[in-house]
């Protein structure tokens, strides 16, 4: 069974650049979220999808960044016209249901790079 | 509000035991522990539920005070594999985890 899969590993990126990070879910797993962590620091939730569904984007920059999870396909989380600022390790992880009752699990996740 | 973790950081020897506290000022649906070596994703650990329910690593043990909103992680008979950053991740109704700053473990051989 195959876990949860994020392409690139890693990106590099010029300022104002978009940068699209892509992440499939482990089989039978339609929550997904995605954090954002920076060196030396914690993992910082951003956002939580369901399928064809934003659950939850309050850990979301209201501007340059966005996600969704379509019907079929992976999940994008998208950021466009990047800073420097953006420089970090973007994980995924995904659950089979809600985290009430069962955990999740990560993404290698991507390490963007701004230029 | 993400949860505090102590000690930030803790060095061992091999066999030596630790615990790892993680204290919520939010009431708790569960807890989950996690570990994650330098470059790479964090693996689950442990997930503790309201009502006292367990899973995970058979190798680790952990507690959770619900009342308390505190959770601990302890690492017995520590080796070598064990080294690394835990965060301790909180649920408290809101179907997403607030992740602790973590705690760096160094285990000498």
């Known amino acids: 069974n195959a876990g949860v899969m994020q392409n690139p590993r890693h990106l590099v990126r010029r300022r104002g650049q978009e940068a699209r990070l892509r992440c499939s879910p482990m089989k039978g797993h339609s929550h997904v979220y995605w954090y954002r962590q920076l060196p030396e620091e914690g993992l910082k939730f951003m956002v939580y999808?369901?399928?064809?569904?934003?659950?939850?984007e309050s850990g979301m920059p209201k501007e340059r960044f966005s996600a969704e999870f379509p019907k079929e396909g992976p999940s994008i989380l998208r950021i466009q016209q990047v800073v420097r600022g953006d420089s970090a390790a973007y994980f995924c992880?995904?659950?089979?249901?809600?985290?009430?009752?069962?955990?999740?699990?990560f993404g290698p996740g991507t390490r963007l790079t701004v230029l | 509000q993400q949860p505090v973790q102590s000690p930030q950081a803790v060095i061992l020897r091999e066999g030596e035991d630790a615990v790892i506290n993680c204290s919520s000022s939010k009431a708790l649906y569960s807890v989950h522990w996690y570990r994650q070596k330098h470059g790479e994703a964090p693996v689950f650990l442990m997930i503790?539920?309201?009502?006292?329910e367990q899973k995970g690593h058979e190798k680790i043990s952990a507690s959770f005070n619900e009342k308390k909103q505190q959770s601990s992680l302890y690492l017995t008979a520590s080796q070598l594999s064990y080294s690394g950053t835990y965060f301790c991740g909180t649920e408290s109704g809101d179907y997403k985890l607030s992740f602790g700053a973590g705690t760096t473990v160094t285990v000498r051989a």
């Open positions: 992880a995904s659950s089979p249901v809600a985290l009430k009752t069962d955990t999740q699990y």
């Open positions: 999808l369901q399928k064809e569904n934003i659950i939850d």
């Open positions: 503790l539920l309201k009502g006292g």
